[in-house]
């Protein structure tokens, strides 16, 4: 267990609404992923970050954004939801060149 | 740009046969990771095994084995006597670089293996 936590784990949405995705570790973990996971893709990387205020992009990050004003807290922001968006999303930490994924996040936009 | 290819979408296997999940990566580096993971139908993924560009060495847990490759950029996952129990999505993904060489050790996956192993 490497004590990664997502809220909310469901969450359904209208198209349009901004939606905010929460990871939070509680072992001091520098590096945090933000992935998503759709049929026929396997997993990509959405954002990730090395550090507080440290952030970078991935393969898929246009409509996404994030923060990380702590070290414990990794936050996934889609300023607009839309049909296109709807996924399961996974947060990761990486530890000793491994990582280690969040239970995940069920985003439906209608 | 690196690349993980699982060409298997889907394996049906009876119990206790041996099944093999097939997996073929491309990178420009000479320093990378690929590891393995597994996905039951509960959601999680579970992380099963990783290995650095510069160990060839197969690898042997219990039932699991894994053949690596580098002449032939694959990284093979064996299961012996499969049981039920196995019948998950399996993911092989590649990182290149690690935190030294800033690659940030972001991983690419494949787009998985669905393994089924009925009774």
């Known amino acids: 267990d490497a004590g990664i936590t997502q809220s909310p784990r469901h969450k359904v949405t209208e198209t349009g609404t901004p939606v905010t995705l929460r990871c939070h570790q509680t072992e001091n973990h520098r590096y945090m992923y933000w992935y998503r996971q759709d049929p026929g893709h396997g997993l990509r990387l959405i954002h990730y970050s090395y550090g507080v205020k440290d952030t970078d992009k991935g393969e898929v990050s246009d409509g996404y954004s994030v923060s990380r004003s702590k070290t414990e807290d990794f936050l996934l922001t889609l300023e607009s939801a839309t049909s296109s968006q709807t996924s399961v999303y996974f947060c990761a930490i990486m530890t000793r060149n491994e990582q280690f994924f969040g239970p995940g996040t069920r985003l439906t936009v209608l | ?119």
């Open chain 2, 1 to 119: 740009a690196q690349k993980v290819t699982q060409a298997q979408t889907e394996i049906s296997v009876v119990e206790k046969e041996d099944v093999t999940l097939d997996c073929v990566y491309e990178t420009r580096d000479t320093t990378y990771y690929l590891f393995w993971y597994k996905q039951p139908p509960s959601g999680e993924l579970v992380f099963l095994i990783r290995r650095n560009s510069f160990d060839e060495q197969n690898e042997i847990s219990g039932r699991y084995s894994w053949n690596f490759q580098k002449s032939t950029s694959s990284f093979n996952f064996t299961i012996t006597a499969s049981q039920v129990v196995d019948s998950a999505v399996y993911f092989c993904a590649l990182s290149e670089g690690g935190i030294l060489t800033g690659g940030g050790n972001k991983l690419t996956f494949g787009t998985g293996t669905q393994l089924k192993v009925e009774l």
